[in-house]
């Protein structure tokens, strides 16, 4: 075990070391970094791995919401119905959104920002503080969730989360994904696609879709690990944390804001 | 007299209690349906969990115990997963699309509607397989 961990410790200096050379080398734009370790299925997650991400605004395309589709495509959002009677305006301010396009206009020299708001995987998370069920919680791997076996649907956390990244479903769910549960009366958010990180992969779906139509916006991966895409990047370039005043240190971090 | 009153209430009795239990497994034989559904669970010779009777009453117990350690924990593919559940129970109709598990008559409803308990899973959980 030591051994191995000494082997990894090694690979990773030489790595770190040699990164410059190797960008040159391997190939432009291409970097070598250490894959991010699956976990075998039936082990329980541990404070080993903190997932995060980095979000780089400035690649954020204006009107591109292909991280918001990917996003509801794998976790069933697209599958729920708009209630009869209802206006779309209700609708639209009632159906739930892992993340959410958010513009920011620097009204002094008329910059615009766009950046996807989710669930932001906070160290603290006020959300679990004031959550009355423990339904809210923080797995042990950092990732912020609702537990719907608990929640009762009070929606304090939905007051308390500084970055309005909750959302209450309202009706019935008549069709829901075998991968992402829903009912009514419970509060969701952004979960990190934990199912696909339970079953040993190591991306998200909005990371994918990002990459997938050549932007890039998006790192995901282990912020413990040195090593790892989104720890070297964080490394490389200053980030900054949303309402870093709060002293959540949050697990998703943005840069070109 | 009197005894004879208390013989006769006793048999009374156990005559009652004789046509209830065979009420009963006359009903138990009913859910015991499945094994010959279109399931996978169908197919398959032993049990997989534990055995019918053991599930029969401590199904609840070996689904929440797996909901704990998968939601809090992140621990898959564990005995007692209710998605493993339906993927195995699950019929099929004559074009082969899956029967929701809730449906009247299927695997868990019927059970569950004999006895009179709520079936709450799937408030949220899907009913047959989705990926």
């Not at chain 1, 503080?129 to 537990?147: E, H, K, L, Q």
């Not at chain 1, 007051?159 to 829903?182: G, I």
């Not at chain 2, 006769?8 to 859910?31: E, I, P, Y």
């Not at chain 2, 009247?104 to 569950?112: I, L, M, V």
Request: glycine residues 6%; hydrophobic residues 35%; proline residues 3%.
């Amino acid at each position: 075990m030591n051994n191995s961990q000494d082997t990894n410790q090694k690979r990773r200096q030489f790595l770190l070391k040699g990164a410059a050379v190797t960008a040159v080398a391997v190939a432009p734009g291409v970097m070598l970094h250490t894959a991010a370790k699956a976990k075998p299925l039936g082990d329980a997650v541990t404070d080993a791995v903190r997932w995060g991400m980095l979000v780089d605004a400035a690649k954020c395309a204006d009107g591109c919401d292909s991280c918001v589709q990917a996003c509801n495509d794998e976790n069933g959002l697209n599958l729920l119905q708009k209630p009869q009677g209802a206006s779309d305006e209700m609708w639209d301010e009632q159906i739930p959104k892992w993340i959410r396009n958010v513009k920011v206009k620097d009204n002094l020299t008329g910059h615009v920002t766009n950046l996807p708001m989710m669930c932001q995987h906070c160290e603290e998370p006020p959300c679990v503080d004031v959550c009355p069920t423990t339904a809210s919680f923080r797995r042990a791997d950092g990732i912020v969730m609702v537990d719907r076996h608990l929640c009762i649907g009070c929606r304090y956390c939905m007051m308390a989360c500084p970055y309005k990244a909750r959302s209450f479903v309202h009706e019935v769910v008549e069709h829901k994904l075998t991968r992402a549960p829903r009912g009514k009366g419970c509060v969701e958010s952004c979960n990190f696609c934990v199912h696909r990180l339970d079953d040993g992969k190591t991306t998200t779906a909005c990371q994918d879709a990002c990459a997938k139509d050549g932007h890039n916006a998006i790192t995901f991966g282990d912020l413990n690990d040195p090593g790892s895409e989104v720890s070297q990047a964080l490394k490389e370039q200053s980030s900054t944390q949303i309402r870093a005043d709060l002293k959540l240190n949050t697990g998703v971090r943005y840069r070109g804001v | 007299m009197k005894v004879r009153a208390f013989e006769h209430s006793l048999l009374l009795m156990l005559a009652v209690a004789l046509l209830a239990m065979a009420g009963v497994s006359s009903a138990a034989a009913d859910w015991t349906d499945w094994k010959n559904g279109t399931s996978r669970a169908a197919t398959v010779e032993k049990s997989c969990v534990r055995d019918a009777a053991f599930m029969r009453r401590n199904h609840m117990e070996v689904i929440k115990h797996a909901r704990i350690d998968t939601v809090r924990k992140g621990v898959r593919g564990v005995d007692g997963s209710l998605s493993e559940c339906i993927a195995c129970h699950v019929n099929k109709d004559d074009k082969g699309a899956h029967i929701p598990v809730n449906q009247e008559g299927q695997f868990c409803e019927a059970c569950h509607h004999y006895v009179g308990v709520a079936l709450d899973c799937y408030q949220c959980h899907s009913t047959v397989p989705v990926n």
